[in-house]
């Protein structure tokens, strides 16, 4: 038995997404179908997938990664800014995800991108530039 290609899955979800009322129903069901399948370890770049889909059609998820949740004035400055660097983007969807390990300052992620301003993120380049990463 072969397996359904990811492409076909990531556009089989896009269109569920855009005709479902419920978004919650929609993953359980994906989450069910990718277990069926065994294929679990494939939902992160199926995800990249559906979000590279989305984007072509004018709607970009961005995933804004902090130390500590972020308030709604914070997002929607980060929200705009996107905008601003993605004028083809019709629509922005943001969500936030509080990764403590970040210590400070915000991650913004893409399907493709990514801009690191956390303070992880400087110190790794730092230890990086500094050390040639050995430490």
């Given at each position: 038995?072969?397996?359904?290609?990811?492409?076909?899955?990531?556009?089989?979800?896009?269109?569920?997404?855009?005709?479902?009322?419920?978004?919650?129903?929609?993953?359980?069901?994906?989450?069910?179908?990718?277990?069926?399948?065994?294929?679990?370890?494939?939902?992160?770049s199926?995800?990249?997938?559906v979000?590279?889909?989305?984007?072509?059609?004018?709607?970009?998820?961005?995933?804004?990664?902090?130390?500590?949740?972020?308030?709604?004035?914070?997002?929607?400055?980060i929200?705009?800014?996107?905008?601003?660097?993605?004028?083809?983007?019709?629509?922005?969807?943001?969500?936030?995800?509080?990764?403590?390990?970040?210590?400070?300052?915000?991650?913004?992620?893409?399907?493709?991108?990514?801009?690191?301003?956390s303070?992880?993120?400087?110190?790794?380049?730092?230890?990086?530039?500094?050390?040639?990463?050995?430490?």
């Amino acid at each position: 038995m072969s397996k359904t290609p990811r492409a076909d899955i990531a556009h089989a979800i896009v269109q569920q997404l855009s005709q479902a009322a419920d978004a919650s129903q929609v993953a359980q069901e994906i989450a069910a179908f990718l277990i069926s399948e065994g294929r679990e370890a494939d939902l992160e770049s199926i995800m990249r997938d559906v979000m590279r889909i989305q984007r072509e059609h004018g709607t970009l998820e961005v995933d804004v990664q902090s130390a500590r949740e972020l308030d709604d004035t914070l997002l929607a400055e980060i929200a705009e800014l996107v905008r601003q660097e993605f004028p083809a983007a019709t629509r922005v969807v943001t969500s936030e995800t509080v990764l403590p390990e970040l210590v400070g300052g915000v991650r913004v992620v893409t399907a493709d991108e990514q801009l690191d301003l956390s303070v992880r993120g400087k110190l790794d380049t730092f230890k990086r530039l500094t050390h040639g990463g050995n430490i």
